[in-house]
């Protein structure tokens, strides 16, 4: 049920329950554990764009976070006899051992365009025990007082509560901040050789410098940039010090706003495998994973010590900045995905090298 009182109806599978939250579509064909289980996703009922989902099953290897992270899920059709050696669980087993409610035999095409022309929508997602029917009026009514999730600081309900070490017995440390972090982009910092510190979002700017890194990254999260305000103020006085940081997608719309730009909300957001960025400087375009609804004003930089360095092929978005006299970079794209194009993966490569330099 959308809020503009339009619904589908479908077969129920998952968890028995009734959700709510902002409906989004991903156009990846692979990669549904990841998407799931990505704390981007918090606030939100995810649609599947690809028509046939969980044939290769549920593997806790593949996971971004400990447990799915959205609040439901909508698909064509379910394959619930999945073929393949790393299979632990069913979809449908996952979901109702998770307590998430998943919808299937619905049309994705008609909710997808519907969405990509008016706009991201609130929803409710309710499934059923059997024998049960639903009000409609009653739905109706409720959908149109859904309260949105992004006025809501979701970072501060997916991300870390105590600080804690991961060491690669490398020459560098730095510090992560976790608004939402995926294991994808630990791993890609430990690979390279680096002593990761991940740390809330609530700890200080001065209890971050008392840690001596090297260098600091802020990590992918969910929502509203402008609720993550003590985030915002925290780098900008870790900026002060010229330490390297490098922001990736909520991370790189966090140093435009401590940095006095401006973000603001897409039509309908950026997620799947397939978007292609160009590199300003190369004019070479890239392949890039996406999972963000909220963009960087192109026009808020001209304000700033901040220029663009990638801008999205498809909407001319902002898609990467970077700062005039400081080392100071971020991403909107996510080079750690996985699974996902290995295009922009040199990035964490770029990280190292300024450390290598700078630190």
């Not at 806790?60 to 790393?86: A, K, M, N, V």
């Not at 919808?103 to 022309?117: P, S």
């Not at 690979?191 to 700017?205: D, H, I, Q, S, Y």
């Amino acid at each position: 049920m959308l809020e503009d009182g339009s619904f589908v109806k479908g077969s129920g599978f998952g968890a028995t329950k009734k959700i709510s939250g902002e409906v989004v579509f991903n156009t990846g064909m692979v990669g549904y554990t990841e998407a799931i289980t990505d704390p981007s996703y918090k606030g939100q009922i995810l649609m599947q764009t690809y028509p046939l989902i969980g044939n290769y099953g549920v593997y806790e290897e593949h996971f971004e976070s400990e447990t799915p992270q959205i609040e439901g899920y909508i698909i064509r059709e379910l394959c619930e006899t999945p073929s393949h050696w790393s299979s632990q669980l069913t979809l449908g087993q996952w979901f109702e051992k998770s307590g998430v409610p998943g919808i299937q035999y619905v049309d994705t095409r008609m909710l997808t365009k519907k969405i990509r022309n008016q706009g991201t929508m609130l929803g409710i997602l309710q499934v059923f025990k059997k024998g049960e029917n639903p009000d409609l009026k009653d739905l109706i009514k409720e959908a149109k007082e859904i309260p949105d999730p992004n006025e809501r600081n979701l970072v501060a309900e997916v991300s870390s509560k105590k600080v804690k070490k991961i060491d690669a017995n490398g020459n560098f440390d730095v510090v992560l901040i976790d608004c939402g972090v995926k294991k994808s982009i630990i791993k890609n910092l430990v690979t390279r050789g680096l002593n990761v510190t991940l740390v809330p979002p609530k700890m200080t700017a001065s209890e971050i410098l008392a840690l001596k890194p090297d260098g600091v990254v802020i990590s992918s999260g969910p929502g509203n940039p402008k609720m993550c305000k003590n985030v915002i103020e925290n780098v900008l006085q870790i900026a002060e010090t010229n330490l390297p940081i490098f922001g990736i997608c909520l991370g790189m719309q966090i140093i435009t706003l401590s940095m006095g730009g401006d973000t603001y909300k897409l039509r309908f957001g950026h997620r799947g495998q397939n978007h292609p960025c160009i590199d300003l400087s190369t004019e070479r375009c890239y392949i890039t994973s996406q999972n963000h609804g909220y963009a960087v004003d192109a026009n808020s930089l001209e304000k700033t010590d901040l220029y663009a360095t990638f801008i999205n092929a498809n909407d001319k978005t902002i898609e990467g900045v970077a700062h005039k006299k400081k080392k100071i970079f971020g991403i909107q794209f996510h080079p750690e995905a996985s699974p996902g194009p290995n295009d922009s993966d040199y990035m964490f490569d770029h990280f190292l090298e300024i450390l290598s330099k700078y630190a």
